[in-house]
């Protein structure tokens, strides 16, 4: 946004900045003082000894005083005080007074009694109001002294006394407004700047990636988010072209910008992956042109997008448990109808095989229909126990507790892999929900046992219990009272891909013998809770996420 022109700037720099003025203050006064010394000089024969020995020391005097005073500001930087600015202003009146006394001729009167002008002019840019006055005072005074001591006192000295005072408040007025303006422009800028500071501070804080790009496609803007969803430092490529950059990350992002800088086609909500050497998420994007707002910035694109995968991940969820309802559902009635008939069946077989007449054939097959069919019904106890989770009762359940025994349990499985490490780590802090104790001890066991089963032999398998922090909590899931977090990792070989889109489905299993249930009751038991369970795996390990609603604090303290 632009609110003035560089001319302008330039023009206020030089007028109102009093570092640059007393820079031309010095080159003022050396050339005045030059200009008479060398007057003297080629008028030597001609001139009075007096004049020339003021010509030469004005001359001196300048060198040295000037030295002294660049020597002050240029080279030890030392602020510009008072003190010093009524010297340096003294210094000038003197050195003018010299200047106006060596060239005044009694029949024509002071030649250049209009450098007290200037002197006032600097004064009154410099100084306040007083200080200029002071200033313009002390040099009429000087003035009118040397006057009366060179022509003596007439009309001429009283008429041009007097226009110095006019000219001298005239100045110091002009200047005055000049510098309440320059102070209402700092104002200004001062606001302008805070404004850009808290502008830049609230970009810097969204979540969301935001980047500006002008009508050849080259960066104005982009916000720290946009260079850590995208893996890429911007802020060196400002002023560079930065679709082909963005598209080696997100074909998708590179070529909403690209249809929005050539054919002013915005996106309302495109979705896409950006592929990080990293990781791999899915992310929307909006994109909107500016065309026209200011005749002083030409045409700009610009981009807002975020990650939304854990949001896919929640419809994901959603979609999932809607058709372990349905199945469910459905696999309760079956299951009903499927036992009776079974134990029928075994109690015939069963009955068969122990007749008197029966064969040692007769006894095999019915012992293995027997067998089997007690396998089967297992099979469809834990399908009804699938079916069946439901929270029953919601009582103050302490997750460190559920953690501890599920661990204990599970680390004493017959089935657990051998020499796996069992490692609990729960946070000092209350960790409470509401729920039903013996559905959560359930769902905790079978995912710490299928990270044991999981494992190869020497591995570690870790349960951590804490509050969870703000990273951790899915957006769109709603957590009023913040929520607790259990983790279960392994560093097993990993979830195959071809199974980890059916992972929380009834059957769905990669071990031999496995009945693919432990995960699938899991998830319905956290989702009874209203909590989520999330899953992330790769070939060195996978951890499931658990996030349970935390327990409402009693009479409003913080549990």
Same mark, same amino acid.
């Given at each position: 946004?632009?609110?003035? *022109?560089?001319?302008?700037?330039?023009?206020?720099?030089?007028?109102?900045?009093?570092?640059? +003025?007393?820079?031309? /203050?010095?080159?003022?006064?050396? *050339?005045?003082?030059?200009?008479?010394?060398?007057?003297?000089?080629?008028?030597?024969?001609?001139?009075?000894?007096?004049?020339?020995?003021?010509?030469?020391?004005?001359?001196?005097?300048?060198?040295?005083?000037?030295?002294?005073?660049?020597?002050?500001?240029?080279?030890?930087? &030392?602020?510009?005080?008072?003190?010093?600015?009524?010297?340096?202003?003294?210094?000038?009146?003197?050195? %003018?007074?010299?200047?106006?006394?060596?060239?005044?001729?009694?029949?024509?009167?002071?030649?250049?009694?209009?450098?007290?002008?200037?002197?006032?002019?600097?004064?009154?840019?410099? +100084?306040?109001?007083?200080?200029?006055?002071?200033?313009?005072?002390?040099?009429?005074?000087?003035?009118? !002294?040397?006057?009366?001591?060179?022509?003596?006192?007439?009309?001429?000295?009283?008429?041009?006394?007097?226009?110095?005072? /006019?000219?001298?408040?005239?100045?110091?007025?002009?200047?005055?407004?000049?510098?309440?303006?320059?102070?209402?422009?700092?104002?200004?800028?001062?606001?302008?700047?805070?404004?850009?500071?808290?502008?830049?501070? /609230?970009?810097?804080?969204?979540?969301?990636?935001?980047?500006?790009?002008?009508?050849?496609?080259?960066?104005? !803007?982009?916000?720290?988010?946009?260079?850590?969803?995208?893996?890429?430092?911007?802020?060196?490529?400002?002023? *560079?072209?930065?679709?082909?950059?963005?598209?080696?990350?997100?074909?998708?992002?590179?070529?909403?910008?690209?249809?929005?800088?050539?054919?002013?086609?915005?996106?309302?909500?495109?979705?896409?992956?950006?592929?990080?050497?990293?990781?791999?998420?899915? !992310?929307?994007?909006?994109?909107?042109?500016?065309?026209?707002?200011?005749?002083?910035?030409?045409?700009?694109?610009?981009?807002?997008?975020?990650?939304?995968?854990?949001?896919?991940?929640?419809?994901? +969820?959603?979609?999932?448990?809607?058709?372990?309802?349905?199945?469910?559902?459905?696999?309760?009635?079956?299951?009903?109808?499927?036992?009776?008939?079974?134990?029928?069946?075994?109690?015939?077989?069963?009955?068969?095989?122990?007749?008197?007449?029966?064969?040692?054939?007769?006894?095999? +097959?019915?012992?293995?229909?027997?067998?089997?069919?007690?396998?089967?019904?297992?099979?469809?106890?834990?399908?009804?126990?699938?079916?069946?989770?439901?929270?029953?009762?919601?009582?103050?359940?302490?997750?460190?507790?559920?953690?501890?025994?599920?661990?204990?349990?599970?680390?004493?499985?017959?089935?657990?892999?051998?020499?796996?490490?069992?490692? %609990?780590?729960?946070?000092?802090?209350?960790?409470?929900?509401?729920?039903?104790?013996?559905?959560?001890?359930?769902?905790?066991?079978?995912?710490?046992?299928?990270?044991?089963?999981?494992?190869?032999?020497?591995?570690?398998?870790?349960?951590?219990?804490?509050?969870?922090?703000?990273?951790?909590?899915?957006?769109?899931?709603?957590?009023?009272?913040?929520?607790?977090?259990?983790?279960?990792?392994?560093?097993?070989?990993?979830?195959?891909?071809?199974?980890?889109?059916?992972?929380?489905?009834? !059957?769905?299993?990669?071990?031999?013998?496995?009945?693919?249930?432990?995960?699938?009751?899991?998830?319905?038991?956290?989702?009874?809770?209203?909590? %989520?369970?999330?899953?992330?795996?790769?070939?060195?390990?996978?951890?499931?996420?658990?996030?349970?609603?935390?327990?409402?604090?009693?009479?409003?303290? &913080?549990?």
């Amino acid at each position: 946004m632009r609110h003035s *022109s560089p001319q302008v700037d330039t023009l206020y720099n030089v007028v109102l900045d009093p570092r640059r +003025l007393i820079r031309w /203050i010095y080159i003022g006064r050396l *050339s005045i003082a030059s200009s008479i010394f060398v007057a003297a000089v080629v008028t030597w024969f001609y001139t009075e000894q007096t004049k020339t020995f003021i010509s030469t020391a004005t001359l001196v005097g300048a060198i040295f005083f000037t030295a002294a005073s660049f020597f002050w500001t240029e080279v030890n930087r &030392k602020p510009l005080t008072k003190g010093f600015l009524y010297g340096q202003l003294t210094f000038d009146l003197l050195v %003018v007074t010299a200047v106006v006394h060596v060239t005044t001729v009694p029949e024509r009167g002071a030649q250049f009694a209009a450098l007290y002008i200037l002197v006032n002019a600097a004064a009154a840019l410099m +100084l306040p109001i007083g200080g200029a006055l002071l200033i313009a005072a002390l040099g009429l005074v000087i003035y009118a !002294f040397d006057a009366i001591m060179v022509s003596g006192f007439s009309n001429a000295t009283t008429l041009q006394l007097l226009v110095f005072s /006019i000219v001298a408040l005239s100045t110091v007025y002009i200047s005055a407004r000049l510098q309440q303006a320059g102070q209402g422009r700092e104002l200004l800028v001062a606001e302008l700047t805070r404004v850009r500071l808290r502008e830049k501070d /609230i970009l810097a804080n969204i979540k969301s990636g935001i980047m500006t790009v002008d009508d050849t496609g080259a960066l104005l !803007f982009a916000n720290p988010s946009a260079s850590e969803l995208l893996g890429i430092d911007l802020e060196p490529l400002v002023g *560079s072209p930065i679709v082909s950059v963005v598209r080696a990350v997100s074909p998708v992002l590179a070529d909403s910008l690209d249809h929005a800088v050539r054919d002013h086609m915005n996106s309302l909500r495109a979705e896409g992956e950006i592929v990080r050497p990293d990781r791999s998420f899915s !992310f929307g994007v909006t994109t909107t042109s500016a065309v026209g707002v200011d005749a002083n910035v030409g045409p700009s694109t610009t981009a807002i997008f975020q990650d939304i995968s854990d949001q896919k991940r929640l419809e994901q +969820l959603n979609l999932r448990a809607q058709r372990l309802e349905a199945v469910a559902e459905l696999s309760a009635s079956l299951a009903h109808e499927i036992k009776n008939p079974l134990a029928s069946i075994r109690s015939a077989v069963e009955q068969l095989s122990a007749r008197p007449v029966a064969t040692n054939d007769e006894r095999t +097959l019915g012992n293995l229909i027997v067998r089997e069919s007690d396998r089967l019904s297992r099979l469809l106890s834990e399908f009804l126990d699938f079916a069946r989770v439901r929270v029953t009762r919601r009582d103050a359940v302490d997750v460190a507790a559920v953690v501890r025994g599920a661990a204990a349990l599970a680390g004493a499985h017959p089935a657990r892999t051998e020499s796996v490490r069992l490692v %609990v780590d729960v946070a000092p802090a209350p960790l409470m929900v509401l729920g039903d104790d013996d559905l959560l001890h359930r769902a905790v066991f079978n995912l710490v046992l299928n990270a044991i089963q999981a494992s190869r032999p020497n591995e570690r398998v870790r349960l951590l219990a804490s509050i969870a922090t703000g990273d951790q909590l899915p957006r769109g899931v709603p957590f009023p009272h913040g929520a607790v977090a259990l983790q279960v990792i392994d560093e097993g070989p990993g979830i195959p891909a071809s199974v980890q889109d059916r992972l929380f489905e009834p !059957f769905t299993t990669t071990k031999t013998g496995g009945s693919g249930l432990g995960l699938a009751i899991a998830h319905r038991a956290i989702e009874a809770h209203r909590g %989520v369970m999330l899953v992330d795996t790769n070939d060195r390990g996978t951890r499931f996420t658990v996030l349970l609603p935390r327990a409402e604090p009693l009479d409003g303290a &913080k549990a």
